[in-house]
């Protein structure tokens, strides 16, 4: 059975430092990988996803994830954050690019942005 | 820009009371899912739903759970007799398709006391 994990329940980083949210999935095939953000009261967003070619992905807001199939990982990163950017991160798994087949995820990473 | 819309944000009902959620996906959209979040937890996948019917669900959607999509545009779920561990946030998706993003809704946030 396919599995995510994220490792970091919370995370802090100051205003304008880097980010990394690590993300390690199990999963037998080639994996369709996803990240969402939930903002407070919000639903989920997708902020980049994953299917085939290039493992360097970009998604919206300035994110990137680079998806190395030999650490099983896909982290997502960015270079420079914003107050704006706290929220709740989802990686997340799928089997069939997000068709009938429904997404695993992780437990999540809570971002706290310092000022 | 479109949006999968979720009503009502939050339900509270009694124990062994029955429940609908109820969903608008995108409406070009033709897949539909359920997802659920228990307090503190992950997000887990219930079922999903093309073409008027059930295409996939979890071990965690049994016979307590049924979907519907009675007109059209809406897409429900019930829960026929609610449990204390149906507490959870209850979150509806749609996608146009394969490869395509999952949309979703801001999500219910069922109590039952």
């Known amino acids: 059975a396919q599995s995510v994990t994220q490792p970091d329940i919370h995370i802090t980083v100051s205003e304008g430092a880097s980010l990394e949210l690590r993300c390690n999935y199990s999963?037998?095939?080639?994996?369709?990988l996803f990240w969402y953000v939930q903002s407070p009261g919000q639903g989920l967003q997708l902020l980049l996803k994953?299917?085939?070619?290039?493992?360097l992905v970009q998604g919206i807001k300035g994110f990137e994830a680079e998806f190395k199939r030999s650490q099983s990982s896909f982290n997502l990163r960015k270079p420079s954050v914003h107050w704006s950017d706290a929220a709740e991160y989802f990686c997340a798994v799928g089997d069939g690019g997000g068709g009938a087949d429904g997404l695993t995820f992780g437990k999540g990473t809570h971002l706290i942005i310092q000022p | 820009e479109p949006e999968v819309t979720q009503t009502p944000s939050h339900q509270v009902t009694q124990m062994g009371q029955e429940v609908i959620l109820r969903c608008v996906p995108i409406s070009n959209h033709l897949y539909f899912y359920w997802y659920r979040q228990i307090l503190g937890q992950k997000v887990e996948f219930l079922v999903s739903f093309y073409n008027n019917e059930i295409s996939e669900k979890s071990e965690i959607f049994d016979d307590q759970f049924s979907v519907e999509r009675p007109d059209g545009s809406n897409f429900t779920l019930k829960i026929r007799s609610t449990k204390l561990e149906d507490s959870a946030m209850y979150f509806c998706a749609s996608n146009q398709g394969h490869f395509g993003e999952a949309f979703f809704g801001q999500g219910t946030r069922l109590t039952v006391v």
């Open positions: 994953y299917f085939s070619g290039d493992t």
């Open positions: 999963y037998g095939a080639t994996p369709y």
